[in-house]
């Protein structure tokens, strides 16, 4: 366990209630949070913030919340969820923020691994959730809710609407004025500030127990790598559970001071992002893979002058762009041309996105494909990647400005030292580390190494220039049967940059070749067929056609020439595969709630195309129980064609 | 549920309608009481829509009496409905396809502006002030119908099931006390007929608005209604609670055909 003596700031602020009491003092005006609500933006100040923690913090002590207690946060991004989670630190107690799209059953561990007696929830749907699994939750005391509407009818004593809380806060702390800032006063820097569930990719989901120190540790050296201040915007509509949005939204905009902006809707989040144009931006690989689909479809779909200067100054960008925005030597003559593009197309495509105004923008959560990665960077998006886990803060590695290589995820930050163990897997250690997993010394243990390194589960290993380069899960690098390596994620990868490829499952391990399911992109393939005037009727007939199947199947033959180049790759070129019937989907366990794929449980539960696939048959009938979005099941049914791909013959064999 | 249905707002006494020689509708009476949820259902060409637009006044029937809230209402013009609280939703969309969502809601609340319209075109002082109040109404339906996303995308890209809800919503803006749903559900997949249900009985509940409403999804009706009349013909050949009518024999006969 790293010691964490040091972190008891000068300043007494290593807490962070007592890092939003400070900024409530130091900037009261400035704005805190945004939300828009019926069509206009709305804002709170630090001080509005301020004085709405304050009363729900008291509101949720005169419930009988004490310190040590864990609180349930169930929702969007809203601010009055952000808002709670400081009012039960506040307290002494631990925000436990859960993914909001999950179903109740999905929620049970959760909160009774956690032994939640109190909950905020963001609405309706997620009070429905509770009372359907309230049975077996005996600590389940409190719910409140944010949103009242549609909540006329529930008369249970148990259920609170928020500003009812608040009200009641508000008499509490008027009549004991000093209750509060004592709570505050208790708080210390090595209390669990909060807990996360790990999103379960490997078992039980596991609550990670993340001190004050550690997420301001890891705040801090972020904002410090990237000069980050108070006069930043932030989009926060990445869930609230996952720890990219807890570190950015919530630590580092209470350890800077910058603004959050939660959107109106999940559907209006392109909308809310144009019209905010943050400075700060973070979204997963898929995200920016799904703007650049959209980019392209809408291209292919402009006039022929627009679509010729695109492709152009696009050229241009790719040339000489990334070279620009790091600073690098670059003639005279791209230059001019790069600031043409600027003023045509960049600019107008920068705004578009809603990244006019970005200064960073990070990624990760997944592997970025490098073309994708250098189309942001080449049209002057300072996209950057970064790595880490629940566990440690999403603070290990960081790419600084000028040194971003798209292959790596960047040095390690600062604070954090790096080792490689012999099986090639991540080990880390610094201020951010977990204090532990919740009510689990064994799986702390067996995380933590005697050393006080963290086990991250990633191959990986330090470039010459000290960058840290991923390869894979470390459990999920293979063999195949000749011995050769085989990193599927490394290939997927590749596979996910084509556009027409949402998804991707490579298999290899103890096999003699590499085979991959593939997921098309209905939105981009329907729009190709459509183009082709080929009708189809949804996707299990469009990834039936013969025309789509040639389609992948020239994107997989350009992945395998591509691989071929490289000799530690070049047998895993993918010999065969089909386009599965349904999309891969986290309701039915697919991929994960962060949409990973989760291999072995496809694996297992496609195994007859696997099997398929390995025996050389030309098809294979197949027939999937799949679940509605309201809980119904039903069947989705199809016979895949089978097809083998073209290899190439290895350029050079490793000595 | 705390919903409370109250006295009979409209009734309809012996209602005859005739086309010509066509008889649309014959001697029809029922009544329609504050607050419920009230189903006209019958097959094809049985006079529902008739029925409806004898309601809002499209129609005025040869015989019969109408009375709304206590008083006896002589002919009327659509027009009048809409002032007097009566707003409709048809079963072929009838919205303006170029204009956005926003302002296709906005139109609902035509009668409630009150200032003159030379200050609405220059945009002045009461007439600004007015239209910010309005907006905010419409933002609010907006926010019921759950249909922020779509707020400036014109009403003809959209998917006819968010047309529908557009619909509803430029009904809603009227704040009406009688809400006439026109089949508010055909060609809606099962999922746009669950959240179309949840947003009339929404609307039932939260704003107190009696509905009335033709539909031709059974399960749907029997959900959400209070009290259902049967039309056949042009003729009543049922009325009462959902269960009620479902096991009446003459009901089954209309829709099932003779043999049963």
Redesign the interface.
């Known amino acids: 366990m790293p010691t964490q003596v040091n972190y008891a700031a000068l300043d007494g602020l290593h807490t962070f209630p007592r890092l939003l009491f400070h900024h409530a003092q130091v900037r009261p005006a400035a704005p805190a949070m945004r939300e828009k ?4 933006w709305q804002t709170w100040t630090w001080a509005d913030v301020a004085e709405r923690v304050r009363a729900l913090a008291c509101g949720l002590a005169s419930l009988g919340f004490k310190r040590g207690d864990n609180l349930a946060i169930i929702g969007d991004n809203r601010p009055h969820l952000y808002m709670m989670m400081s009012a039960a630190q506040c307290l002494g107690g631990v925000p436990v923020p859960l993914y909001q799209d999950a179903v109740a059953a999905e929620m049970l561990f959760v909160l009774q691994d956690a032994g939640i007696r109190f909950a905020i929830v963001e609405d309706q749907e997620q009070v429905d959730k509770l009372l359907e699994i309230k049975d077996q939750l005996p600590t389940l005391e409190h719910i409140v809710y944010d949103d009242p ?2 909540m ?2 529930y008369n249970q004593p148990f259920l609170h609407d928020v500003h009812e809380l608040m009200e009641m806060g508000r008499i509490h702390d008027r009549n004991h004025p000093d209750f509060l800032n004592a709570e505050v006063e208790q708080g210390h820097f090595d209390d669990v500030s909060v807990m996360l569930y790990t999103s379960g990719t490997t078992g039980k989901p596991k609550g990670v127990c993340q001190t004050h120190a550690a997420f301001i540790a890891a705040a801090q050296g972020g904002a410090q790598v990237d000069k980050l201040g108070a006069d930043g915007d932030i989009l926060s509509y990445l869930p609230m559970a996952w720890v990219g949005d807890h570190l950015f939204s919530f630590a580092q905009s209470l350890v800077c001071g910058f603004t959050i902006n939660c959107p ?2 999940a ?2 989040v392109m ?1 809310d992002l144009r019209e905010i144009g943050p400075t700060y931006y973070f979204a997963p690989p898929r995200v920016f893979e799904s703007l650049l689909t959209s980019v392209q479809i809408r291209m292919e779909d402009a006039g022929p002058i627009k679509q010729k200067l695109y492709h152009h100054f696009m050229q241009v960008a790719k040339r000489c762009g990334a070279d620009i925005l790091d600073g690098k030597p670059v003639s005279g003559a791209d230059r001019f041309q790069y600031w043409l593009g600027s003023l045509m197309i960049y600019g107008p495509l920068r705004n578009v996105l809603g990244m006019s105004r970005i200064k960073v923008a990070y990624t990760a959560g997944a592997a970025i494909g490098p073309e994708l990665f250098k189309f942001y960077r080449s049209i002057g998006i300072n996209l950057k990647q970064l790595y880490g886990q629940t566990e440690t803060c999403a603070y290990v590695c960081l790419q600084p400005d000028g040194q971003v290589k798209s292959d790596t995820v960047g040095a390690p930050a600062p604070g954090v030292e790096i080792k490689i163990a012999d099986n090639g897997e991540v080990l880390v250690k610094g201020a951010m580390l977990l204090k532990e997993y919740y009510q689990r010394p064994d799986a702390t243990a067996e995380s933590i190494n005697a050393d006080g390194y963290f086990l991250t589960g990633d191959a990986g290993f330090l470039d010459e220039d000290g960058h840290l380069k991923i390869i894979d899960r470390a459990k999920d690098v293979g063999k195949l049967s000749n011995g050769a390596m085989f990193a599927p994620n490394y290939i997927e990868n590749k596979l996910k940059f084509y556009p027409f490829v949402k998804e991707a499952v490579c298999f290899g391990h103890d096999r003699d070749m590499v085979t991959a399911f593939i997921n098309i992109d209905i939105g981009a393939v329907g729009n190709w067929a459509e183009r082709r005037n080929i009708a189809y009727a949804g996707y299990t007939d469009l990834a039936g056609k013969a025309q789509v199947l040639e389609l992948i199947k020239t994107c997989i033959e350009e992945v395998n020439a591509g691989l071929a180049h490289d000799a530690m790759v070049a047998d895993s070129q993918v010999h065969r595969f089909l386009v599965l019937h349904k999309e891969l989907d986290p309701d039915d366990d697919e991929l994960t709630r962060t949409r990973k794929v989760r291999r072995n449980f496809i694996a297992e539960k496609y195994k007859v195309l696997i099997d398929a696939l390995y025996a050389g048959k030309p098809n294979q009938y197949i027939e999937t129980e799949v679940k ?3 809980g119904r099941r039903g069947k989705v049914s199809a016979d895949l064609t089978i097809v083998d791909a073209k290899t190439f013959p290895v350029a050079k064999k490793a000595a | ?2 919903r409370k249905i109250g006295d009979v707002i409209l009734d309809l006494q012996n209602i005859s309608l005739r086309f010509g020689g066509v008889k649309a509708l014959t001697d029809i009476s029922f009544n329609i009481r504050e607050h419920e949820v009230r189903a006209i259902i019958g097959p094809n060409g049985a006079g529902k829509s008739s029925m409806l637009n004898v309601i809002n006044g499209v129609y005025h029937p040869q015989d019969g009496k109408i009375f709304y809230r206590g008083a006896e209402r002589k002919k009327m013009e659509p027009h009048m409905a809409a002032s007097t609280g009566i707003a409709r939703t048809f079963q072929n969309i009838a919205l303006f396809k170029g204009m956005s969502v926003l302002d296709n809601i906005m139109t609902g609340r035509t009668l409630k502006m009150k200032s003159n319209m030379f200050l609405q075109g220059l945009w002045l002082g009461p007439a600004r002030n007015e239209e910010l109040a309005h ?2 109404k419409v ?2 339906i ?3 119908l ?1 249909i ?2 779509i ?2 995308t014109p009403v003809g890209r959209l998917p006819y099931g968010l047309q529908k809800r557009v619909d509803l919503g430029r009904a809603l803006a009227m704040e009406p006390q009688i809400l006439l749903l026109d089949e508010p559900m055909a060609g809606m997949n099962v ?1 746009e007929k ?1 959240d179309m249900c949840r947003f009339i009985l ?1 609307v039932n ?2 704003f107190g608005t009696t509905i009335v409403l033709i539909e031709h999804d059974m399960g749907v009706v029997m959900d959400i209604s209070d009290r259902v009349v049967v039309l056949d013909y042009g003729k009543k050949i049922g009325d009462g609670l959902p269960d009620e009518v479902r096991s009446n024999p003459e009901v089954i006969r209309a829709y099932l055909g003779a043999g049963h």
Do not use: A
């Open positions: 609500n019926l069509g206009i509407r549609g006329r009818h109106e809707s559907d209006t909308t509605f979005e309201d | 549920m705390s907006r905010r933002e609010e907006i926010d019921f759950e922020q996303h707020r400036k999922e669950q929404d509940d939260q």
